[in-house]
């Protein structure tokens, strides 16, 4: 069965506008600081890229592979490491960048994770904050957009690894009993 998306909820033009903004933000946040920016792949590819030539100031970059997800379009609940950090955190300041925050156990597991290597700080990017999804309180300090409970694709975010090169964001209008989990 071929999935179906509707339109773009947040358009290519909306998503450049809003990380140029993020980027001049952060820029001016982490000026005379030693910054680290920590994709979290894959989802935030598309994020990141734009967002770290948004930020006009020397940065180190780094990824990590995590997945809560096992295919699914629900959260299986338990957060795996699958690829970890190349550059030593200890005393850097450290942001995250994620793709979306929705039950917030994934930005959780990673603050708790990280925080053990010792970084001076840790903050947390999303392109995009599901506020009612929230199970676990965590602060995110550079928020994208806000968007309501639906599934979304697009701009990184994916469906079965499908849909992750549409430039803009569009929500999923089919998805299977079977993948919710229900």
Do not use: H
């Amino acid at each position: 069965m071929e999935r179906i998306f509707g339109r773009p909820i947040v358009t290519q033009e909306q998503m450049r506008t809003r990380i140029r903004e993020l980027g001049r933000q952060i820029t001016a946040d982490y000026a005379n600081k030693d910054l680290i920016l920590v994709g979290i792949l894959k989802g935030a590819y598309a994020f990141y890229a734009d967002l770290a030539r948004a930020i006009r100031l020397p940065l180190r970059v780094d990824f990590l592979v995590v997945t809560s997800y096992s295919g699914k379009a629900k959260s299986s609940g338990r957060v795996k490491m699958v690829t970890d950090l190349t550059e030593d955190i200890a005393g850097r300041d450290v942001l995250l960048v994620e793709d979306i925050v929705d039950s917030g156990l994934t930005v959780q597991y990673l603050i708790n994770t990280l925080a053990k290597r010792k970084p001076k700080t840790i903050k947390v990017c999303a392109l995009l904050s599901k506020p009612e999804r929230r199970d676990k309180q965590v602060m995110i300090d550079y928020v994208g957009f806000e968007i309501p409970n639906q599934y979304v694709v697009g701009y990184g975010l994916d469906y079965q690894q499908k849909y992750r090169n549409l430039p803009y964001l569009a929500v999923l209008d089919k998805v299977d009993e079977a993948d919710q989990g229900g």
